[in-house]
């Protein structure tokens, strides 16, 4: 088994400090994947979101998925700031490029199922949350979601 494999067997662990440094490495794994200069500009532009400087990072963001395309966590922190920007179809559409070269990002998964959510497409959500949960069934936040979209479905 590969180290992937080995993380995602793990974060089903009962063990709650395997599932932590399995997330934790696969986090590492997804940032690195395009090299370090890349990593540093993802790092850089992920700064530049959580100071709230949105204009600046989806520039960033924006140009780094240009340059690599098959960055999926590049693609992944625009959806995220997209996210923050109230601009859920287009984070739904990143989501859907991060899950297209990794099917079990657990981050985009949660992320697509959120926007769906606050898109009011409770259903579509509740299979993202679903989809999560089979990765990581130690994740409560996605029952929770689960529950509110099925509560707002009745």
């Known amino acids: 088994m590969d180290k992937t494999g080995q993380y995602l067997a793990d974060l089903k662990s009962d063990d ?3 599932r932590e440094h399995a997330t934790r490495e696969l986090w590492i794994l997804w940032h690195s994947q395009a090299g370090p200069e890349r990593e540093r500009e993802l790092n850089e ?3 530049l979101m959580d100071r709230q400087q949105h204009d ?3 520039e960033m963001f924006q ?3 240009e340059k690599c395309p098959d960055f999926a966590e590049a693609h992944n922190k625009l959806a995220t700031l997209l996210f923050m920007m109230d601009q859920f179809e287009e984070s739904v559409i990143e989501c859907e490029e991060v899950l297209r070269r990794i099917p079990h990002h657990f981050g985009a998964l949660n ?3 959120l926007c769906l959510f606050d898109l009011r497409r409770y259903e579509e959500a509740i299979r993202c949350f679903q989809k999560a949960l ?3 069934p130690y994740a409560m936040n996605n029952l929770t979601y689960i ?3 099925r509560a707002n479905l009745n």
């Open 16 to 18: 709650p400090s395997v």
């Open 45 to 47: 532009a992920t700064r």
């Open 56 to 58: 600046q990072a989806l």
């Open 63 to 65: 140009a780094l998925v």
């Open 111 to 113: 992320g697509m199922g």
């Open 134 to 136: 089979e990765i990581q």
């Open 147 to 149: 529950a509110r979209c």
